[in-house]
């Protein structure tokens, strides 16, 4: 508790030495579960889609730089971190959500893919390389994908990637969302049927972008990209973070 107190105060300093016309950057790093889609992929929504509208954009600037498909591997191997890391200002967040392609098994997944030693590694260069620019690192466990058993309860879909997350936030002394575990309690809540209201589930000839239909249990539509960035936000609420006090028009 202690650390976790102090931790919070060096934040609330770093506030306090911002300029009062300068912004904060929020980065959002991570997978397609969070990215921008292309209007050819709707009703397909990242949740970070959502998440930038409830912001007040006149104080805060939302730069969602996630990529379909990324793991803590290749996003670093093609370049696309190191321009972030270049323009972190003191202050700025770095919310950090990987782990769903770092998973992946097979021949197919090979040159995304990592373990989880790898994967520690890679999420405390993140850490790190923030930390030395004076901005602050979001640790976010990997939104769980949907997956009920026959009796329809749901179950772990990132377990051993997740505990990662969560023993390095504690290692590291990092701010932690358990997205995982907040977003398996939302779809249990919805049920096994009705949680498809918030995938991309479309039944043939229902879409253009889908004339064969699509059943996909990890992706959102726009209800369940913004019902996943509200845990986000509550949680951001629930910890006091200062950027809280940047949020508008959220439950």
């Not at 009062?20 to 889609?37: R, Y």
């Not at 370049?79 to 003191?90: D, F, R, V």
């Not at 907040?182 to 919805?190: A, G, I, T, V």
Request: with cysteine; aromatic share 12%; net charge positive.
């Amino acid at each position: 508790m202690k650390i976790r107190y102090s931790f919070i105060v060096l934040i609330v300093c770093l506030f306090a030495f911002k300029p009062a016309d300068e912004k904060v950057t929020i980065w959002l790093v991570g997978d397609s579960t969070i990215a921008e889609k292309l209007i050819t992929r709707y009703p397909e929504t990242g949740w970070g889609m959502a998440f930038q509208n409830y912001f007040d954009l006149s104080k805060v600037t939302i730069e969602n730089r996630a990529k379909n498909g990324r793991s803590t591997k290749t996003f670093l191997a093609e370049g696309s971190w190191l321009p972030i890391q270049q323009n972190l200002k003191a202050g700025d967040y770095v919310l950090i959500q990987f782990g769903h392609n770092d998973e992946g098994k097979g021949e197919r997944y090979k040159d995304r893919s990592t373990t989880p030693d790898e994967f520690k590694i890679n999420l405390v260069k993140y850490i790190d390389e923030t930390k030395s620019k004076n901005a602050i690192p979001v640790l976010i466990t990997p939104v769980s994908r949907r997956y009920f058993d026959k009796d329809g309860n749901i179950k772990q879909t990132h377990e051993f990637y997740s505990d990662v997350v969560r023993g390095l936030a504690k290692s590291q002394q990092v701010i932690l969302i358990d997205l995982d575990e907040m977003s398996r309690k939302l779809y249990q809540k919805y049920g096994s049927e009705n949680s498809k209201l918030l995938f991309l589930d479309i039944a043939p000839n229902q879409h253009p972008n889908y004339p064969n239909g699509v059943t996909d249990g990890t992706h959102f539509n726009e209800y369940g990209a913004r019902l996943i960035a509200e845990l986000v936000l509550n949680e951001i609420k629930a910890q006091k973070l200062p950027l809280s006090k940047f949020i508008v028009n959220s439950n």
